[in-house]
C-alpha cells in the first residue's frame, strides 16, 4: 500500500476543501481508510473513517455535518469534503489504511499518507 494524500491549502473561515488520498500501490482495495489530523503541539487526532466497502463512516464530533468521508474502489481513491472550515480545523491532515475495522487510535492502522496541510483563516 502506498498512499498519497493531496488537496491541502488555505482558505477563509467558513470555505471549503476536498482532499483526496490515492492507492498509488498495487494492494487490493479491502482496507478500511481514516483521515487523522495533527495541529501544532496537538497529537494526531482521528478526523473520519470508511469502512472498505463504503457502507459505514465515522466521524469525529467536532466535524459531523461538515466533513463527508467517501470512496471509490475501483480507483483506489478515499476523499474527505470539508466544508464550512473553522480556524480550529487547521492541521496537517494524514490518509490511513487499517485491514481490520474503522478504528480511532492512530495506532491501529498499519499504512500512512504524507501529511497535506490545511490552513483556515478567521
Known amino acids: 500500500v502506498q498512499l498519497q494524500a493531496s488537496g491541502g491549502g488555505s482558505v477563509q473561515t467558513g470555505g471549503s476543501l476536498r482532499l483526496t488520498c490515492a492507492d498509488i500501490?498495487?494492494?487490493?482495495?479491502?482496507?478500511?481508510m481514516g483521515w487523522f489530523r495533527q495541529a501544532p503541539g496537538k497529537e494526531r487526532e482521528f478526523v473520519a473513517g470508511?469502512?472498505?466497502?463504503?457502507?459505514?463512516?465515522e466521524y469525529t464530533d467536532s466535524v459531523k455535518g461538515r466533513f463527508t468521508i467517501t470512496r471509490d474502489g475501483a480507483a483506489n481513491t478515499v476523499w474527505l469534503q470539508m466544508n464550512s472550515l473553522k480556524p480550529e480545523d487547521t492541521a496537517v491532515y494524514f490518509c490511513?489504511?487499517?485491514?481490520?475495522?474503522?478504528?480511532?487510535?492512530?495506532?491501529?492502522?498499519?499504512?500512512w499518507g504524507q501529511g497535506t496541510q490545511v490552513t483556515v483563516s478567521s
Open positions: 490511513a489504511a487499517q485491514s481490520d475495522s474503522i478504528y480511532y487510535s492512530p495506532s491501529r492502522y498499519d499504512y
Open positions: 500501490g498495487d494492494a487490493p482495495t479491502s482496507y478500511n
Open positions: 470508511i469502512s472498505w466497502s463504503g457502507v459505514r463512516t
